[in-house]
DNA sequence: ATGGCACGCATGGCGTGA
């Protein structure tokens, strides 16, 4: 007998400023997974208690002021590992895997890269490659894996208001866009689009458009659920919340989720 | 029109985000 599988992903921009905002999300909707990027905590003081009171198991790896992964669930995390195992920098606070509920689960947050012209951009494009690695060499894409979080790529020009004038931007630049479509290409359904085929659904808009750059759909679609097509069979629906960042003290990306039939 | 806001920090302006 197949059972609903719920998981989410969302940028907080900081664990400790959007408690409030996570934890009422999660008891409203009560998702089997949420990954979260941008924790910006060390572990010492990440707000554990918050979510063991609601019921969830929570495992995060994070650093001072930048960065930071978490993952909560309903049910216990097996097999829960930290960073790139693959090439030099493990950056362990972009990185999170565990199996639940029999589901991999890789939640990275992506190197923004803030400018094509910088070491940084050139880092961002490695660190594609260095997933398409850290892929092949812990799973199969026979097996039920998904890969979530914010990638920082906007894929296509659907992904993006204005792509035209995008075209230079580290989230959208055509090296970019190369890079992602290869770890994609290593076995990878986009599960929101095959549910959202329409425009104007994006999970990231600057605080600095306002309410009204937000009425005018000026936003990005950098977060992303992706699974395997041997899971991705197995989805039914998938969608972006905007309740979040049209709520108090909003992250600057509101929540993505995907559900399953397992 | 290249602006604007929010976050954390051995803060009182700066680096970062996308």
Same mark, same amino acid.
């Given at each position: 007998m197949a059972r609903k599988f719920v998981v989410a992903t969302w940028n907080v921009n900081s664990i400790r400023a959007r408690i409030g905002p996570v934890i009422a999300w999660l008891k409203k909707r009560r998702p089997d997974v949420l990954c979260m990027q941008e924790t910006k905590v060390i572990d010492e003081f990440f707000p554990v208690e918050p979510f063991t009171e609601i019921g969830y198991n929570v495992v995060f790896r994070g650093q001072k002021a930048y960065n930071g992964v978490a993952m909560v669930s309903l049910e216990k995390p097996k097999k829960v590992s930290y960073g790139?195992?693959?090439? $030099? *920098? +493990?950056? $362990?606070?972009r990185l999170i895997r565990a199996s639940i509920a029999g589901v991999n689960i890789v939640n990275t947050y992506i190197p923004?890269? !803030? =400018?094509? *012209?910088?070491e940084h951009y050139k880092y961002k494009l490695r660190w594609f490659a260095r997933l398409k690695r850290f892929f092949t060499k812990h799973y199969t894409t026979r097996k039920r894996l998904i890969w979530l979080g914010d990638l920082n790529i906007a894929p296509a020009p659907i992904d993006v208001y204005k792509p035209e004038e995008k075209t =230079?931007?580290?989230?959208?630049h055509e090296g970019v866009q190369v890079a992602f479509r290869k770890a994609f290409d290593w076995g990878f359904v986009d599960v929101f689009r095959k549910h959202r085929p329409e425009? *104007?659904?994006?999970s990231f808009y600057d605080y600095r458009i306002g309410r009204s750059g937000i009425r005018r759909k000026m936003?990005? !679609?950098?977060d992303h659920i992706l699974a395997t097509k041997t899971l991705a069979k197995k989805s039914v629906n998938a969608g972006i919340d905007m309740k979040p960042r049209l709520? +108090?003290? +909003?992250? =600057?990306h509101t929540v993505m989720f995907a559900e399953f039939r397992i």
């Open positions: 790139l195992d693959v090439g $030099k *920098e +493990p950056d $362990k606070s923004q890269g !803030r =400018d094509i *012209e910088t =230079d931007h580290v989230c959208y425009p *104007e659904l994006y936003g990005w !679609r950098v709520g +108090p003290r +909003p992250s =600057d």
